[in-house]
């Protein structure tokens, strides 16, 4: 369990200032996506400090090649599954393609929405300097936000691909621009994915605000990991996932057991039974 987690314990619910303290502490923050009731409850109970409900959904749950698809609605109802999960943990509820770029109005009631109707406390959304005025519009309404920069899903088509950003001065100076404009737009955190070991560090030491890095090593602030691919439950995993368990051996094993059985007769049995 982490230091925010055993303090968060007293204060019964992982909150904005609590995160803000463990970034001037040097306390690592930890985060999860997760989807379901059931995984958010583990997670919770396990002592993780964030659950994003990501748009990742429109890949491990939907089985879409981008998380492009995923809509407002779909992402709404996953987060109200994990928010009746999670006791102590932040909700962050992503905000899907579509439901920001429109206008900063269509921005700020897309996130209401979030906390209304979903039970979030807070909600993500990708870009930089170009989303400065929804970051805003949004934290204006009293709803925290959580940035994210470096490679940004949602863009995959103008990057050509999930690609390592940061790695040209210009595209490194983009990176902490971004950063930087998600801070000064009053984001409580910044995700910081998929960029050098060294920039990410060094953008964790510019911004007052917590970083959590995927792919961008082990200097920010906090770690968040899909939970498919921390679990064994995808078929590809990115070369920085370190996968904790192998549950897609276990059920796939599970599965054929319990096949086998039926088709012997062997299940159910007396002790499986009514009588």
């Not at 599954?81 to 921005?107: I, K, N, T, W």
């Not at 390592?164 to 621009?177: F, K, L, M, Y």
């Not at 737009?185 to 060294?198: I, R, S, T």
């Amino acid at each position: 369990m982490s230091t925010v987690t055993a303090e968060s314990a007293r204060e019964h619910r992982v909150t904005i200032p609590l995160l803000r303290r463990a970034k001037r502490r040097g306390e690592k923050i930890t985060m999860l996506t997760a989807y379901d009731f059931t995984f958010a409850q583990i997670f919770d109970a396990a002592g993780i400090d964030i659950l994003l409900i990501g748009d990742s959904l429109g890949n491990v749950v939907q089985g879409q090649n981008t998380t492009l698809p995923v809509t407002l609605e779909e992402s709404i109802y996953h987060t109200r599954l994990v928010a009746r999960g999670a006791h102590r943990a932040l909700v962050v509820g992503d905000m899907p393609f579509g439901s920001y770029q429109v206008s900063s109005e269509d921005a700020v009631r897309n996130a209401i929405r979030f906390v209304k109707e979903g039970g979030a406390q807070a909600v993500k959304l990708e870009g930089g300097t170009a989303v400065f005025d929804t970051i805003a519009r949004i934290v204006a309404a009293e709803i925290p936000v959580m940035g994210h920069v470096g490679l940004t899903p949602q863009a995959i088509h103008r990057m050509g691909g999930h690609r390592v950003q940061g790695r040209t001065e210009a595209s490194r100076q983009r990176v902490i621009d971004d950063a930087q404009a998600v801070e000064d737009a009053g984001a409580f955190a910044v995700v910081l994915e998929g960029m050098p070991v060294e920039l990410a560090q060094q953008v964790t030491a510019t911004v007052s605000i917590p970083t959590i890095g995927i792919g961008a090593g082990v200097h920010c602030d906090g770690q968040v990991l899909v939970m498919h691919d921390l679990l064994g439950l995808s078929d590809w995993t990115p070369s920085f996932v370190k996968q904790y368990a192998n549950l897609g051996a276990l059920a796939s094993q599970a599965a054929r057991s319990f096949a086998e059985d039926v088709t012997n007769a062997k299940f159910p049995d007396e002790g499986h039974s009514y009588r």
